[in-house]
């Protein structure tokens, strides 16, 4: 099991960017797929997106402008986030699509004036 640990978050107005981070490890990174996850309630986590591309959630828009960046010999994604928008404001987690790892504590953003 490896160990995440996300940073970056913070409280932001509409229109502003933040770039989060998630700390993982090289073997992970080479290994699986990341992804970055916004929590909802309990188990439930809802899926931001991934670098590859291959899952993508079509609600970003309403959230902002995402990007998914990787740092493979840190072991390390990160998530641009720019235009952001209140529908953004959730605590944020990054974990592995297969397997997934002991989730984090997550970081949290507040899109307010």
């Known amino acids: 099991q490896v160990k995440l640990v996300e940073s970056g978050g913070g409280v932001v107005p509409p229109g502003g960017s933040l770039r989060l981070s998630c700390t993982a490890s090289p073997d992970l990174l080479r290994t699986t797929t990341m992804a970055w996850f916004r929590h909802i309630s309990g188990d439930s986590y809802e899926l931001v997106g991934t670098?590859?591309?291959?899952?993508?959630n079509t609600q970003n828009s309403i959230k902002g402008r995402f990007t998914v960046m990787e740092s493979p010999g840190l072991g390390r994604i990160y998530l641009q986030m720019d235009g952001l928008r209140p529908a953004a404001t959730g605590r944020y987690h990054c974990?592995?699509?297969?397997?997934?790892?002991?989730w984090g504590p997550g970081t949290q953003v507040t899109v307010a004036e």
């Open positions: 670098k590859d591309g291959i899952f993508i």
């Open positions: 974990n592995s699509l297969s397997p997934h790892q002991p």
